[in-house]
């Protein structure tokens, strides 16, 4: 195949592997297979398969202008973990996780169109942020997502994954993450507060109001 594949090939060869009903076969040697994989397999089913959209849909903030970044600047509603003249850092608070926090560029952009200077400070303050979410006690990894289907505004979350619960390891964290009773803001200040002294010793700028 010398050219790459268009998307109705795609969906075609997908389609061809479903049921009477649209449905895909649940994958039992895949993740939901894994000793980590939070639900019972014999009671999974998987959606029947819709047809393609016409298009993608346009996301919030696509058109620059619209875009929550070209406003004032949002006050510090104790979520803040630190920020500078270029890049923010919030905790995320609606979580089960010991630590959840979201980075993005203060200037208008998305990955595939973030500048090479923009793109080496990301790649460095990824690695200080992770170092430091490691470094919590409760902590055993740190997870980093990124999807981009809703906004069009680069937001990168990184999850901490609670240490020694090896059934929330890899891909299926934020399956249990969703069923896991929610975090009491003041613990989730004081887990994120190492983080941003992590990046002001190394990078500067000022740590938020946490607490």
Known sequence: MSQPESIDDYYARIRAATDDEGRLPVA???????DIFPFEIDSLRVKPLQPLADAEPDRRGEDPAQCHCTGPERPDDGTLVWSNDRWRLTVIVDTGL?????????????????????????????????????????????QLA??????????????????????????????????????????????????????????????????
């Not at 400070?121 to 470094?135: K, P, R």
């Open 146 to 211: 990124k999807y981009g289907d809703g906004g069009a505004h680069l937001h990168v979350w990184f999850f901490g994954r609670p240490a020694r619960m090896l059934q929330l390891r890899g891909s299926p964290l934020l399956d249990w993450e969703e069923n896991l009773p929610r975090m009491p803001l003041e613990v989730l200040q004081a887990n994120a507060k190492p983080i941003g002294d992590a990046l002001v010793a190394a990078y500067g700028g000022e740590v938020g109001r946490l607490g």
């Open 28 to 34: 039992a040697e895949e993740m939901p297979g894994w």
């Open 98 to 142: 010991p630590i959840a926090v979201s980075l993005g560029p203060k200037q208008h952009m998305d990955l595939p169109t973030m500048p090479a200077d923009w793109a080496a400070e990301f790649g460095q303050l990824t690695a200080v942020i992770s170092a430091a979410i490691e470094s919590l006690p409760s902590v055993g990894r740190a």
